[in-house]
Structures are given as C-alpha cells and as structure tokens.
T-cell receptor, first 115, second 111 residues
C-alpha cells in the first residue's frame, strides 16, 4: 500500500513569492492534516480536513496561507506571499477517520527555504 | 491536551534495551498516551499507544505507571535504525483529533 505522497520534497524561493505544496493521502483515508515543523521543534497542526470540509483551521495564518481539498482526496497548501519565517518543513498526514484510535500516517514532508 | 516532559536526548548501545521516559503528571482519565518517532528527513511514525495497561507490539512496549502520571517506551533490542526523535503525546480520544507534539527525545543508538 502506497503511503502519503508529498511534492515537491524541497523548494527554495525568494521572499514575497508564492509557493504551493501538494499532498496525496492514503487511498480511502477521509481525514487529512497539514502540519508545520520548525527546525528542532515538533510538528504543529495547521489545518484538518474531513473529506472536503476544513473542520479545524484555527492555527492557519489566513492572511497568507490557504488550503483546499477538492473532491476530498488530494490537497494543496499555498503560501502567498512567502516570508523568511515560513522556512520550515510542511508535513501532510492522513487517517481513515478522525475518531477513536485511528493512526495518523505522515508523508515525508516538503522542506521550504525562503531566501 | 495534557503537556508532557521528556529528556532532550539519550544514548543507547546497539543491541541493548532503550528506555525512554515521559512525564505526564496532569493527564486526565480519558487521555491516552501515544508515542511517535521521527527518523531524520522523514515524517513522524506511529509506534504504540495505551490508556492504563501495559501494551506491546512488534515495535515496542509501553509501560504506564499505576497513577498514569508517567510512562516508559521500551525498544527491547535497539538497532542503529532506531536513531530518531521520539515524541510522547497525550491525547483525548473524545476531543480534538489532533496530535500535539512537544520537542521529544533525540535517541542516538551507538554501535
């Protein structure tokens, strides 16, 4: 079974430029998460989707970050414009549902460097 | 979710048991203890979870004290591939379905 796929794995951009990250969750997983991981820190949740619906986006900086999950499968996270402080690893995870003991499966992440 | 306290780093010799402690003194009755690990340049990986009984699976054992205020993750025969950051997380199954990661323990397995 294929795991969570993310692309690109690495991205280098200049500040004020836009950037987008793509995530393909494990087939059949209804719940999708985007996490941000700063260097030396644990991941922090940005947004959680149940199918197409964003049910927890309280930690998403909405002035510059946006996300979508059309058709309840793939998801895209966008930053526009990027700032120096956005340099981090962006992790995508999925789980069969959000309830009970469902394990979250993580992708390898996209490492963003903003110059 | 309750906060956890873990040592910043630990070392263990290859082939020996690695015992990773976690303090969660403010854990409530409906919160479970979860362990994830993150190998360099990879996403976190689920290891094990438990409520109050000791648990064992193919990866590790989880020992939770009777008062549930602390737990220990045991890797019985550590290998070099177990070098990673290990996160102890307490999670309310009934509440918000997110994992709140701390800084974890950086475990280094030495040959």
């Amino acid at each position: 079974e294929a795991g969570v796929v993310q692309s690109p794995r690495y991205k280098i951009i200049e500040k004020k430029q836009p950037v987008a990250f793509w995530c393909n969750p494990i087939s059949g997983h209804n719940t999708l998460y985007w996490y941000l991981q700063n260097l030396g820190q644990g991941p922090e949740l940005l947004i959680r989707y149940e199918n197409e619906e964003a049910v927890d986006d309280s930690q998403l900086p909405k002035d510059r970050f946006s996300a979508e999950r059309l058709k309840g499968v793939d998801s895209t996270l966008k930053i526009q414009p990027a700032e120096l402080g956005d340099s981090a690893v962006y992790l995508c995870a999925s789980s069969p549902s959000s309830g009970g003991f469902d394990t979250q499966y993580f992708g390898p992440g996209t490492r963003l460097t903003v110059l | 979710d309750a906060k956890t306290t873990q040592p910043t780093s630990m070392d263990c010799a290859e082939g020996r048991a690695a015992n990773l402690p976690c303090n969660h003194s403010t854990i409530s009755g409906n919160e479970y203890v979860y362990w994830y690990r993150q190998i360099h340049s990879q996403g976190p990986q689920y290891i094990i979870h438990g409520l109050k009984n000791n648990e064992t699976n193919e990866m590790a054992s989880l020992i939770i004290t009777e008062d549930r205020k602390s737990s220990t993750l045991i890797l019985p025969h550590a290998t070099l591939r177990d070098t990673a950051v290990y996160y102890c997380i307490v999670r309310d199954i009934q509440g918000a379905q997110k994992l709140v990661f701390g800084q974890g323990t950086r475990l280094t397995i030495n040959p």
